[in-house]
């Protein structure tokens, strides 16, 4: 037990708190507001754990699309406006009878067992506070109500959750979550890609779930914090898409048991922001108005991962590609070549162990390659690559 009572504890975490979002504002330059972490930034950070440089921009809140401009290489990721209002019109149009016609799709999709969501049983909160600090607080005083009122439907419609990423808090806002008669949560997220026949497109299901997922794992830790009330958040989220190209709401449950593990494992995995930032040179500022060259230096002194996948899940793409490229390193080829190759990291260390110019002859990566290379050779007749 420790020798400090927790009341004497609290100003020193405040403290330290304080301190580290200082020192985050100062990253950002000054006048550069905090860019705010969204879940589906945050299931692309966890899909690539390893890169420092994206841990560092999004805890600090760097605008990263910003940084792409200012380095000339202008990002292609992220939303058309066009479907934002799509995906907004949409959203307006399932909520727009206080969540009624949303809720009977929750009860027919993965709680048929409960009593239908009947005006007289169904509770929609006021959600609104002042910060995104307050409206967490709200989130949670309403979910604890929700729990406390069995036998009733709850609809939390833009609840506020707030999860520890790397040390610092991403406050998140899922397109609702639906409290059941039995007391359990389920999330609730609205997109504007159709369904057509019951199923939608994969990889946008899958991007859904994984999207999902950090809600579910945000919604775990209020529940954590309501020990006595033994709440369930359910694995199933319910994916509510436009049927057949009508406006009209079509739903499916979604198991995200496999995204959530996967997410909270690669969460746990991201080094702290504060370490990160305490390695880099004196001075560092990732302020988008820096002339080109000291921003890219800036930008360079922070290591990264550099995969293919980025290019659909980071503004730096085309700017982390280029330098990974110029580097020779074998991450741009792909992550499952860049494990095969174990220790080999850049194409001329490749080339030279093929070739038998470096590299133990026993390792099974040495003796591959160069069998590879050999087979090569005597395909092109000699030629060598
Ligand atoms: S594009 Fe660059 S900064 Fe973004 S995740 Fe990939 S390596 Fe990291």
Redesign the pocket.
């Known amino acids: 037990m420790s020798e400090f009572p927790d009341s004497a504890r609290q100003p020193r975490r405040r403290t330290a708190a304080t301190g580290l979002r200082h020192r985050l504002a100062e990253l950002r330059g000054p006048d550069h507001p905090p860019r705010p972490l969204d879940a589906r930034a945050l299931a692309a950070l966890a899909a690539?754990p390893g890169?420092r440089?994206?841990a560092l921009l999004d805890g600090a809140g760097v605008d990263k699309a910003r940084i792409a401009d200012a380095l000339g290489s202008p990002s292609s990721f992220g939303q058309s406006q066009f479907a934002l209002a799509r995906g907004n019109v949409f959203e307006a149009r399932v909520k727009s009878d206080g969540g009624s016609e949303l809720l009977g799709l929750v009860h027919a999709r993965v709680d048929g067992v409960a009593p239908e969501p009947t005006p007289d049983l169904v509770r929609a909160p006021d959600l609104s506070a002042i910060g995104p600090e307050g409206r967490t607080a709200r989130t949670a005083l309403a979910l604890r109500e929700a729990v406390e009122s069995p036998g009733t439907w709850t609809f939390l419609d833009h609840p506020m959750l707030a999860l520890d990423v790397a040390g610092s808090p991403a406050f998140l806002e899922p397109d609702a979550v639906v409290v059941h008669p039995d007391g359990s949560w389920t999330v609730v997220e609205i997109k504007s890609f159709p369904m057509i026949d019951g199923a939608a497109d994969a990889s946008k299901v899958g991007a859904a779930a994984r999207q999902s997922a950090v809600y579910v794992l945000a919604l775990e830790e209020v529940a954590a914090r309501m020990p006595d009330a033994g709440v369930r958040v359910r694995d199933r989220i319910v994916l509510v898409c436009p049927k057949n190209f009508s406006n009209l709401p079509a739903a499916s449950a979604v198991d995200v048991r496999k995204q959530r593990s996967v997410t909270r494992r690669q969460l746990e995995r991201l080094t702290r922001v504060e370490d990160i930032a305490a390695a880099l040179p004196p001075g560092t500022v990732f302020d988008p108005e820096l002339p080109p060259a000291e921003l890219t230096a800036a930008v360079e002194s922070v290591p990264?991962?550099?995969a293919p996948e980025?290019l659909a899940a980071?503004e730096?793409?085309f700017h982390?590609r280029d330098h990974a490229r110029e580097e020779g390193a074998v991450t741009a080829l792909g992550r499952p070549l860049r494990a095969e190759l174990g220790s080999l990291t850049t194409v001329d260390e490749v080339l030279a162990a093929a070739h038998g110019e470096t590299g133990d002859p026993a390792d099974p990566t040495v003796a591959a390659l160069r069998r590879a290379a050999q087979l090569r050779d005597e395909a092109l007749g000699g030629a060598r690559c």
């Open positions: 690539n890169c440089r994206r990264a991962t550099y980025c980071c730096l793409a982390c």
